[in-house]
C-alpha cells in the first residue's frame, strides 16, 4: 500500500480485517434484525431474500459476530483500559462535541468515547448471543420455557436497541473526525491527526522511535 | 389457513395500517365445547385430521389416553385427560379438547412480526395466514394458552383454523359435525353463550355448585368456550389457565417501546446529520502537521547524543 512519509500505522492489516469482518457482520445483523423489530422495517428483509431467510440467518451471522468480536477484544482490550486522563476528558465533553479542541485536555491512543463504544459492545454482543441463542425457536425452542423465552427475547431487544444506538454514535465519530476512516481503511494516520485527536499516544510514540 | 377472505379482517400482525375491512357486518362466532358431555371418544380429534389433511407421525405410548402426547404442526386439536379426585373422594374423568381458543385480543398477533401472518376476521376467528409466516416463534411466546407450534420441515407456525374455510361457506367446523354427544356446538357468540347460560342452570341443579362458562375477560372473551363443571379451577382441566393474559413481558416488547426505540435511533441519526451540517468535520489542519513536525523535532534533538 503506498503511503505518503512520515505517517504513523495506526491499525495493522490483522486489526483491519478483523474490524471489517466485525462491522460486515453487526450490519448484516443489524439489517436482519430490525426486519423483524418494527413493521415499518420489514421490508429490510426483502434485502435477505424475505423473511424465512432474514429469520433463518441471523443467528447464524450472530455466532460469527460472536467470534469475531472475540478477536476485536483480544486485540483491542488494553488500549481501552480505563485510565486517569479519561476523567478529564470526559469532563470536557461538551468542547469535544463542538471541534473546540483547545480545551479539550490531551489523550492516549484512545479517548473514553472509543472506550465506552468497545466496553458497551464488549458487554451487549455475548448478552445477544446468549438472549438469542435462548430465543431461536428452530434448535433450542423446547429447551427452556415459554416465560423464559419471553424474557430472553425481551432482553434480545433491548440490547440490540442499545448496540444500534452505539452503532450510529460509532459511525457518526468515525466521520466526523476526519482521518479516522482511513486510519481503519488503510491503517495510518498523520502526525498531525496523532497530535490533534490523541497527543498523549503521539508523544509515547516519538519518545520510543527508534533513531533512524 | 389460506387466504380465503381478505376483505373482512379486524386485524392483521405487523401491520400499522387498517387492513381490508368493508365486509365487517358478520356475527361474532364461537365454538361452545360444552366438557361435562364429553366422553373422550376423539371423533372430534379424528375429524380435525380429517377435513384438513393432517397426519401427524406416530408416536409413542407414554401410559395416558392423551394420544399423541401434545399439539403439533399437524395436531390442531387433542384431548386432554386428567384424574381428579375430588372433595367427596371420588375420583372425576375430566376430558377437555385442547387446541387454539381464538382469543379476541390475540396474543399471537400482537406479538408476530410478520405482516398478515397473523389476521383475525370479523367473525372472530384468528387464523394464520401460513404462507406469510417467517418461522420466527413469536406467536409461541405471546399465546398466553401455549397453543402455536412451529414446524420443523417447512418452518411454518400452524393451530386450528377454527375451520374458517368451512365457516367462510356457512358450515359448521369439522369437530362440532363429527362429535357424537353434542358436547361441541357451533353458532353465534350471544346464542353459544345463551346455550351455556341454560346448561350451567342444569349443571348447578345436578350439584355442580361451581359450574360455570369459561370466556376469559383478560384476553377479551375467547371465540371457544367451554362449559365446565369446576368454572372455578380451570387449571384442573389439565392446566388451562385460570386467568389467562397476554404476559406482561410480550406487552412491554411489542408495547410503545417499539415506535420509541425506532424513533430514538431515526433521531440519533438525523442528530448526527445536523452535527455534520452545523458544527462540521473535525478536520486535521496544516498547523497540525506543523505541530507534529516541531515535537518530533524537539524530542529528536533532545535524544540526540
Ligand atoms: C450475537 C448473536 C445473536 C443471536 C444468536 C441472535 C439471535 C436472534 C434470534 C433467534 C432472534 C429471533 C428471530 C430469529 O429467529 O431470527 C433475534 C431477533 C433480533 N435480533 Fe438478534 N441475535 C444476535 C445478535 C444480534 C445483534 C448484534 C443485533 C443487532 C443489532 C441483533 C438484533 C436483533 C433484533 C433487532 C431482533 C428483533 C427483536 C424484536 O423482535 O424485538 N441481534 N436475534
Ligand atoms: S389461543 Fe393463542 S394462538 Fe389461539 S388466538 Fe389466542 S393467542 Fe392466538
Ligand atoms: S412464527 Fe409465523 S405466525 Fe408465528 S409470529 Fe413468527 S411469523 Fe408470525
Known amino acids: ?44 428483509s426483502g434485502l435477505f431474500g424475505g423473511g424465512q431467510w432474514a429469520r433463518a440467518a441471523h443467528p447464524w451471522l450472530g455466532i460469527c459476530l460472536m467470534v469475531s468480536w472475540v478477536g ?14 479519561d476523567v478529564a476528558w470526559s469532563k470536557a465533553i461538551t468542547h469535544v462535541v463542538r471541534n473546540d479542541d483547545g480545551h479539550v485536555p490531551p489523550i492516549g491512543r484512545n479517548n473514553p468515547g472509543q472506550k465506552l463504544v468497545f466496553w458497551s459492545m464488549t458487554f451487549l454482543i455475548p448478552v445477544l448471543l446468549f438472549s438469542g441463542l435462548l430465543a431461536w ?5 423446547k429447551a427452556t420455557s415459554i416465560e423464559v423465552q419471553r424474557v430472553a427475547i425481551l432482553v434480545h431487544s433491548l440490547c440490540a436497541f442499545a448496540a444500534v444506538l452505539v452503532f450510529v454514535v460509532h459511525v457518526y465519530a468515525a466521520i466526523w473526525i476526519s482521518g479516522s476512516v482511513r486510519s481503519m481503511t488503510q491503517g495510518y494516520v498523520t502526525p498531525g491527526w496523532a497530535w490533534h485527536h490523541h497527543r498523549k499516544w503521539f508523544r509515547e510514540l516519538i519518545a520510543h522511535r527508534k533513531q533512524p | ?49 380429517e377435513w384438513n389433511n393432517l397426519r401427524p407421525e406416530i408416536g409413542h405410548f407414554e401410559g395416558s389416553y392423551e394420544n399423541p402426547n401434545d399439539l403439533g404442526p399437524s395436531v390442531w386439536t387433542l384431548m386432554k385427560f386428567n384424574e381428579y379426585e375430588n372433595e367427596q373422594g371420588n ?22 412480526p410478520a405482516p398478515g401472518a397473523i389476521v383475525q376476521y370479523a367473525n372472530g376467528i384468528v387464523d394464520f395466514i401460513s404462507d406469510k409466516c417467517i418461522g420466527c416463534g413469536y406467536c409461541v411466546k405471546g399465546c398466553p394458552f401455549n397453543i402455536p407450534r412451529i414446524s420443523k420441515t417447512d418452518h411454518k407456525s400452524y393451530k386450528c383454523t377454527l375451520c374458517s374455510d368451512r365457516v367462510t361457506v356457512g358450515l359448521e367446523p369439522a369437530c ?37 362458562l369459561y370466556d376469559p375477560p383478560e384476553v377479551q372473551g375467547t371465540h371457544v368456550m367451554y362449559v365446565l363443571h369446576h368454572a372455578d379451577k380451570p387449571s384442573l382441566y ?38 455534520w451540517i452545523t458544527i462540521g468535520p473535525n478536520e486535521t489542519t496544516e498547523e497540525d502537521e506543523a505541530e507534529a513536525r516541531r515535537e518530533m523535532r524537539e524530542t529528536e534533538e533532545e535524544q540526540a547524543p
Open chain 2, 176 to 212: 362440532v359435525k363429527a362429535c357424537p354427544t353434542g358436547a361441541i356446538m357451533f353458532g353465534a357468540k350471544t346464542d353459544m353463550q345463551h346455550q351455556a347460560a341454560e346448561r350451567i342452570v342444569d349443571l348447578k341443579a345436578r350439584g355442580f355448585a361451581h359450574a360455570g
Open chain 1, 72 to 85: 476485536m477484544i483480544i486485540q483491542f482490550w488494553r488500549e481501552n483500559l480505563p485510565n486517569r486522563d
Open chain 2, 238 to 275: 389439565s392446566g388451562l389457565p385460570d386467568k389467562p393474559h397476554i404476559s406482561t413481558l410480550v406487552q412491554a416488547w411489542k408495547g410503545l417501546y417499539k415506535p420509541l426505540a425506532v424513533a430514538a435511533v431515526a433521531l440519533a441519526a438525523i442528530g448526527a446529520f445536523f452535527h
Open chain 1, 137 to 141: 425457536e428452530v434448535y433450542f425452542g
Open chain 2, 91 to 112: 375420583l372425576e374423568w375430566l376430558i377437555r379438547k385442547d387446541g387454539c381458543m381464538h382469543c379476541e385480543d390475540p396474543g399471537c398477533l400482537k406479538a408476530c
Open chain 1, 1 to 44: 500500500m503506498t503511503r505518503p512519509a512520515n505517517t504513523i500505522t495506526r491499525y495493522t492489516t490483522v486489526n483491519r480485517i478483523n474490524h471489517w469482518i466485525n462491522a460486515g457482520l453487526f450490519i448484516l445483523l443489524l439489517v436482519s434484525g430490525l426486519s423483524m423489530f418494527h413493521p415499518i422495517l420489514f421490508w429490510l
Open chain 2, 1 to 49: 389457513m389460506s387466504d380465503m377472505q381478505s376483505q373482512d379482517y379486524v386485524r392483521r400482525s405487523a401491520s400499522t395500517m387498517t387492513p381490508p375491512s368493508a365486509r365487517n357486518v358478520e356475527d361474532q362466532v364461537a365454538k361452545l365445547i360444552d366438557v361435562s358431555r364429553c366422553i373422550g371418544c376423539k371423533a372430534c380429534q379424528a375429524a380435525c385430521m
